[in-house]
């Protein structure tokens, strides 16, 4: 079964730091772009970035650009997203998904929640 | 920026058929945007509808189909259910790596 399992929410001080996990299972993580989504609280969906299979090439939403940064490690068949200093707008719950190409993405994880707020 | 418009709301009788559409604040959509769409209940991950225009994603029933409608992408919603009641949302590619949803749409069933 092809799965995305995100970790590494939680609540972080504005200015703060947080990384967030996702694993994969059930396909060859290393053939696949990958991406983060977030949502916030009762708002609609947000692209925030996505990153080629070997890493070499990434892409950022102009809000996050600067301050996150998405990563791979294929060996692992894991995708992270490293949010640096977070602002209250950056409360979301972040969704990890797979790109299969021709504009789809999934699977989708269940997605983490992270709560920016003193 | 270009902004993905979308219907707000939207409301179908049972069994009936509704059209959501996507479409840009400046320009048309067309497939080279690679539109797809994607279906969300409360508290739940989106569920992948539609992709590239008008490919249903597995498991999808043939009541929802995609098209280009005019100058905006649309999802065709035909026998409309009770729990097809939820968000709908499209997503679009504007090239250099960037994709953009739409605000989303939230169906009716009633």
């Known amino acids: 079964e092809v799965q995305l399992v995100e970790s590494g929410g939680g609540l972080v001080q504005p200015g703060g730091s947080l990384r967030l996990s996702c694993a994969a299972s059930?396909?060859?993580?290393?053939?696949?772009?990958m991406t983060w989504v977030r949502q916030a609280p009762g708002k609609g969906l947000e692209w925030v970035a996505n990153?080629?299979?070997?890493?070499?090439?990434?892409y950022y939403v102009v809000s996050v650009k600067g301050r996150f940064t998405i990563s791979r490690d294929n060996a692992k068949n894991s995708l992270y997203l490293q949010m640096n200093s977070l602002r209250a707008e950056d409360t979301a719950v972040y969704y990890c998904?797979?790109?299969?190409?021709?504009?789809?993405?999934?699977?989708w994880g269940q997605g983490t929640l992270v709560t920016v707020s003193s | 920026q270009t902004v993905v418009t979308q219907e707000p709301s939207f409301s179908v009788s049972p069994g009936g058929t509704v059209t959501l559409t996507c479409g840009l604040s400046s320009g048309s959509v067309s497939t080279s945007y690679y539109p797809s769409w994607y279906q969300q209940t409360p508290g739940q991950a989106p569920r992948t509808l539609i992709y590239n225009t008008n490919t249903r994603s597995s498991g999808v029933p043939d009541r929802f189909s995609g098209s280009i409608l005019g100058n905006k992408a649309a999802l065709t919603i035909t026998g409309a259910q009770a729990d097809d009641e939820c968000d709908y949302y499209c997503?679009?590619?504007?090239?250099?790596?960037?994709?953009?949803f739409g605000g989303g749409t939230k169906l009716t069933v009633l």
């Open positions: 997503l679009l590619y504007m090239g250099s790596g960037i994709w953009v």
């Open positions: 998904a797979r790109y299969r190409g021709d504009g789809c993405f999934d699977p």
């Open positions: 059930g396909f060859t993580f290393s053939n696949y772009w």
């Open positions: 990153i080629k299979q070997d890493g070499s090439a990434t």
